[in-house]
């Protein structure tokens, strides 16, 4: 408003006089005034407005007094009035402003207004974001937009903060949408002002730098050149070069990153800090006025910027280089300090030794070995003292909230478990990713054990690799670690002692545990802990790089005794060491000489020659040692199982691998050498197959050397076996000829014992578990006992098999047996008849002929069955016979009762149960195969029937008494008690008649009639 009251002949710096003069000025002329002041003080009006109010305020009344016609005193009072009711707003403001233009005699008048630096202006401050919104919009509408607004800004407004809330980014861009054109002053742009306004040559310096140039081109693309992580930029040309000079190519895009990177930090303080291209122009300047003086060809490194931006960075950014110029004589140090701060927020450009080196690079040949060492020496101080901050190749500025979090993290204790934990995961996880290696010399892998410094191995298997760590007690003294491997079969792998990498780790496993301590939501920390987790991440992933590295350029010891080992890679390195100590862990792995597989062991069982009759398959010096060591421990009476076979080979001094130790087991069972057995089961070659062949069971299977026949004694016991099985042995070996021959004799007693448990109770069964017994205990003897004795059990076994146990099969499988079965089950049934058929000499010789222990050597059950038929066919007449007996007195009964006077007095239902009861008797008889049971139906049952029958037929007596029935005597109660079972004399037969007399009387008394 000051600058449009100016233009309007207003005071510019007092609100009283500008107001006055602004009313006054809608009723009088404004000369007037400015006349009556100049005659009063002789000064023109616009050299005495700014000191109206002040020196010259007596004057100023004056003049309104006279001016107005009014006292003094009102004067005074009238000026003093309108200050303390004078105020400004951004209505009054864009009204006076449609005012004055509206007073202009031109139509199309406009006024401009420029505002220098409005982004750091309005920074974070809302109310001047609101007012720079308000003005702009009330001077578009009130002027018609004839008023206009031109700003200028470092960078674009929407990124002049650095942490911006939600509804700051908001009122940003209503601001924007304000401003409808926008020009950008980009780097190239800047590039061009600082080249051609700050840092132009006169002709002598332009000749003398476009001769260093093609000089020494080459030499400042290397010097200038950053290795990895970061942009690199060279002079484009002979001319870019001159006009670029004393400043490196990279600087200004660095330069540019590195203040954008700050101003979204909140690096700067104060909201007016110009921090853009402007800047730039600044900084520029500053430097190269200070080069202006110095040697030529002398280049202004990176840190020289600093100066340029140190009164506007926050202080507790800069305390670490304030602290360092006060603590540290170390110029270098504090360059560092000032390069790493500069490049802290500069994103994709990493902090390496060798791209610090370029930043701080004067002179071409500034940057040898010397300035290296130095180099690397203030690195090393700025770690030590928390200045810096290190994480695996690159380095970091710390501002006052990182020193204080690395120094906590620098108190943090850590066990040294967890770093041999990472060394040993990365070892036995990342490089060494099996746990077997393969030993090339036989193609078989090897397990090992896994071991970090003196801790107990883990895993599979008897060799050892074991990984010394620089956190080994005895890290400092290799003599004592090799001494304590001495006689063990161990893979020493030894790190090397990198300092880097140690500390590294070691910051590592401290920030990660001060992270997880840490409470993020801590205002002081928000940051710090997002960059810690960030950088830990990549510093894992550096260190497990790393490790790789130092892991291939390790040393190794197999043992006691150091080895030197070649290779290109950590695994191929260590393979090859393992080849090594495989070799001479195992001396006696060489007398494998070939590579033995599965296909090897069916190959060995199976050739189609015997390998008794093959020269070409000759003892190996493994089959040699083998037996060794089996008729050793054979002799010290240890029992030797394939199990304890396998484990004392695969260790020791052999390490054989499996297969090498099955097929040598099946050599060794080839030639003869060796007999294996379960049980009591001698194992033939199939079995000896299938055993080898899969890896179980092998603790139940025996191994014991064989014994050594003749081929006469294999010739002797297949002709016995011939004789007596009536089959070809055609087994090759004396073993399998032996084994054959004891599993006959085995199926042989199998098939004695099934027939015995089926057939019927012989009495000679007995003789044939006796044979049983016997060959039970001949098969108890091993396969070599048919072959080397031969004479002791040949003719007993023949004379056994020939003339009990071949007869008793035939025997005991023929029809004999069923012939036998039928016998004896008629004789089980019809046991109570033998009596009374009166062929006694029959039954007794059929009874002696079963009892007979030869009866299955004879012909007696063809007699016994002849004298077995006549006996049944006898019977048969006897039961026929007896039938019709019964079957007729049945019908005589029945008959008579028919014919009675009260069979057709009774009912209908009475006469069918009568002939039921008859009809039941008579089918009874039909069955029975008793003679007893048929002669007790036709006597005793059927005369019952008929006295039960009469009994119902029988009249009933009516009269003054309850009816009553005829009663009849049963045939018990007929019966006459008399001492003698047979009448022979004829007193028998008159005392026999007088009883019977006696007792019938009785029952006549009793009123009992008698039925005859």
Not at 314 to 340: C, V
């Amino acid at each position: 408003m000051a600058h449009v009251q100016q233009n309007a002949g207003l005071l510019r710096r007092i609100r009283a006089p500008r107001q006055l003069r602004a009313s006054s000025g809608r009723r009088k002329t404004a000369g007037y005034i400015q006349r009556v002041l100049f005659q009063k003080n002789g000064v023109p009006w616009n050299d005495a407005r700014p000191k109206a109010l002040l020196i010259g305020r007596r004057t100023f009344v004056s003049t309104l007094a006279e001016f107005q016609g009014i006292p003094e005193a009102d004067a005074l009072r009238i000026i003093e009035n309108y200050e303390k009711t004078f105020s400004l707003s951004v209505d009054s403001f864009c009204t006076d402003v449609a005012n004055w233009l509206a007073s202009r005699p031109q139509k199309n008048h406009r006024l401009n207004f420029f505002v220098d630096e409005v982004g750091q202006f309005i920074a974070g401050n809302v109310n001047y974001m609101l007012s720079l919104q308000t003005i702009t919009e009330t001077l578009g509408v009130k002027t018609n937009e004839r008023a206009w607004v031109f700003v200028t800004s470092q960078e674009a407004i929407d990124k002049i903060v650095g942490d911006r809330t939600h509804q700051q980014s908001t009122d940003f861009s209503k601001i924007i949408a304000r401003f409808k054109f926008r020009i950008a002053l980009s780097s190239a742009d800047v590039r061009e002002v600082i080249q051609r306004r700050l840092l132009e040559k006169n002709e002598r310096g332009t000749e003398l730098l476009r001769d260093f140039y093609h000089t020494e081109k080459e030499s400042m693309r290397t010097v200038f050149s950053f290795r990895e992580g970061a942009q690199n930029a060279a002079y484009k040309h002979e001319e870019d070069f001159v006009y670029s000079y004393p400043f490196p190519a990279y600087q200004y895009d660095l330069l540019q990153q590195a203040l954008h990177g700050l101003g979204e930090h909140n690096a700067f303080i104060g909201r007016h800090v110009s921090r853009g291209e402007r800047s730039m122009l600044e900084m520029f300047q500053d430097v190269g006025k200070i080069y202006k003086d110095k040697e030529l060809y002398s280049f202004a490194p990176f840190d020289a910027m600093y100066e340029g931006i140190r009164s506007t960075l926050d202080t507790g950014l800069i305390m670490a280089i304030s602290q360092a110029e006060h603590n540290l004589d170390n110029p270098l140090a504090i360059r560092i300090l000032k390069a790493l701060l500069l490049i802290k927020y500069v994103r994709g450009f990493r902090a390496t030794f060798e791209n610090l080196k370029v930043l701080l690079t004067e002179h071409l040949d500034g940057n040898g070995p010397q300035f290296e060492s130095e180099l690397r020496e203030a690195l090393s101080q700025l770690e030590r003292q928390t200045y810096i901050r290190r994480t695996g190749e690159i380095y970091e500025y710390l501002t006052n909230d990182e020193k204080d979090a690395e120094e906590e993290i620098q108190r943090i204790s850590i066990d040294c478990a967890q770093y041999r934990k990472f060394l040993g995961d990365q070892l036995f996880g990342e490089i060494i990713k099996t746990s077997k290696i393969r030993y090339e010399e036989t193609g078989e892998d090897y397990p090992f054990q896994k071991a970090v410094d003196d801790e107990t191995p883990r895993g599979q298997g008897e060799l050892v690799i074991r990984l010394i760590t620089p956190w080994h007690p005895d890290a400092d003294n290799r003599t004592a670690i090799l001494v304590r491997a001495m006689g063990r079969k161990e893979l020493l792998i030894f790190l090397p002692d990198d300092a880097s990498f140690m500390e590294e780790l070691e910051t590592y496993y401290k920030t990660d545990s001060w992270l997880k301590m840490i409470d993020a939501n801590q205002p002081k920390y928000a940051r710090i802990v997002a960059d810690k987790r960030a950088h830990n991440a990549e510093r894992i992933k550096s260190l497990r790089e790393r490790m790789k590295a130092l892991a291939g350029s390790a040393e190794f010891a197999a043992g006691d005794e150091e080895i030197t080992v070649n290779g290109a890679t950590a695994i191929d390195r260590i393979e090859r060491a393992f080849q090594e100590l495989v070799r001479r862990s195992y001396p006696n792995l060489k007398m494998i000489k070939v590579h033995y597989t599965q296909e090897s062991l069916r190959n060995i069982l199976y050739r189609t020659e015997g390998l008794l009759e093959d020269p070409s398959f000759e003892t190996t010096e493994a089959e040699t040692e083998m037996m060794s060591w089996i008729q050793r421990t054979f002799a010290a009476s240890e029992a030797i199982t394939l199990a304890s076979l396998k484990e004392e080979f695969s260790r020791g001094s052999y390490g054989w691998y499996e297969w090498a130790i099955l097929c040598t087991v099946a050599l060794l069972f080839m030639h003869q050498e060796i007999e294996l057995s379960r049980a009591t089961e001698i194992l033939g070659r199939d079995e000896v197959f299938n055993i080898l062949n899969q890896n179980r069971g092998h603790e139940s299977v025996s191994i014991k050397p064989a014994p050594k026949v003749s081929k006469a004694d294999v010739e002797r016991l297949k002709k016995l076996h011939l004789d007596l099985f009536h089959k070809v042995n055609e087994k090759k070996t004396p073993k399998e000829c032996g084994i054959d021959f004891k599993n006959e004799l085995l199926e042989l007693r199998k098939r004695l014992d099934d027939e015995i448990s089926k057939a019927p109770n012989f009495p000679f069964l007995e003789s044939l578990r006796n044979a049983s017994l016997q060959l039970e205990t001949l098969l108890k003897r091993e396969w070599h006992y048919f072959l080397e004795k031969y004479t002791e059990y040949a003719d007993n076994l023949r004379k056994l098999i020939e003339d009990t146990v071949e007869p008793a099969l035939t025997f005991l499988k023929g029809p004999n047996v069923q012939t036998w079965k039928k016998i004896d089950d008629w004789f089980n049934e019809n046991h109570d008849n033998l009596n009374e058929l009166e062929m006694e000499s029959a039954i007794e010789a059929i009874k002696a002929y079963r009892a007979s222990p030869d009866l299955y050597r004879t012909s007696d059950t063809r007699h016994a069955k002849e004298l077995w038929t006549s006996l049944a066919a006898k019977q048969k007449q006897l039961l026929e016979s007896m039938r019709a007996d019964t079957a007729r007195k049945i019908s005589s009964s029945l008959q008579q009762l028919e014919e009675s006077k009260d069979w057709h007095s009774a009912s209908e239902e009475t006469r069918n149960a009568i002939r039921a009861e008859f009809d039941r008797l008579r089918e009874q008889s039909e069955h029975a195969r008793s003679f007893g049971t048929i002669r007790d139906i036709g006597f005793t049952k059927a005369n019952k029937a008929y006295e039960a029958a009469l009994r119902r037929l029988a009249p009933r007596i009516i009269g003054p008494y309850p009816p009553s029935q005829e009663q009849y005597a049963t045939a018990e109660e007929r019966k006459v008690p008399y001492g003698k079972p047979i009448l022979k004399t004829e007193q028998d037969v008159d005392d026999y008649a007088e009883a019977l007399a006696i007792r019938w009387k009785e029952l006549i008394r009793q009123g009992k009639h008698i039925h005859l």
